[in-house]
């Protein structure tokens, strides 16, 4: 279980540092990456989320945790 744990860690730590680089790509070149549309991904979800109120707000409360969360994890 903890050969699981470790690799799902190291697998979200490395999503979360591409992120910024792909959308750093998107705003300089226009194009997307790994067939990927960040920034229209990222607005639709921001889009959604203020569109559906208090379970958007719920959303994002999670979201905001995971976020937190791994951080304090993936720098182990």
Known sequence: MNYLTEFFGG????MISIIPVTILWTLLTGNVIFGMDIIGNF???V?????????GLLALVF??????ECKKDCKK
């Open 11 to 14: 697998l979200v730590a490395i």
């Open 63 to 68: 979201i905001m945790y995971f976020f937190m």
């Open 47 to 55: 889009t959604a989320i203020g569109n559906a109120g208090f379970v």
């Open 43 to 45: 607005m639709g979800m």
